[in-house]
């Protein structure tokens, strides 16, 4: 009888234990992975300089990140300077897929930033590695754009 007390002790014990520990790996496995972080700057023109010389930037714009098929994997607005940032989670993002298989597209037409821009057609640009930052113990992965081009066929 006392032999099945401390099983029955044991179990429960075990059985509580169990979220915890899960709990703490998946906090492990996030500050080792850290989080990707996709930042940049959006012009107001197809590539950013017109002339040699930086032109406005492109308040309000819906930046997405499409991966694959064209799939949107996550969204973020442009403030008013044009900065955009979106953050993703390693566990679900793999950053080798990330970079070789996604690309930055503008949703919002060109046209609204400029009557003279094209009104058909999305900004793309493809991703680089810009680098890695430390926040406290988190490394973060830092993505940036190459480049916006215009696709004049897609809408």
């Not at 989080?35 to 930086?54: A, K, M, Q, W």
């Not at 037409?109 to 003279?116: D, G, I, M, R, V």
């Not at 793309?124 to 215009?150: D, E, M």
């Amino acid at each position: 009888m006392a032999l099945a007390n401390i099983f029955l002790v044991s179990l429960m014990v075990a059985l509580i234990a169990t979220p915890v520990a899960v709990a703490q790996l998946g906090g492990l496995l996030n500050g080792l992975l850290g989080s990707i972080r996709i930042d940049g700057v959006l012009f107001c023109s197809l590539n950013g300089i017109i002339n040699g010389t930086t032109t406005p930037v492109f308040p309000n714009a819906s930046v997405q990140l499409r991966c694959g098929a064209g799939n949107v994997v996550s969204s973020t607005t442009t403030n008013g300077s044009g900065v955009f940032s979106l953050v993703l989670d390693p566990l679900q993002n793999i950053l080798s897929s990330i970079l070789s298989n996604c690309s930055l597209v503008v949703a919002t037409p060109l046209s609204t930033c400029n009557a003279s821009l094209p009104s058909i057609g999305l900004l793309q640009s493809p991703l680089q590695l810009v680098g890695k930052t430390l926040v406290g113990l988190l490394s973060v992965v830092n993505l940036g754009a190459t480049g916006f081009q215009l696709l004049p066929n897609l809408i």
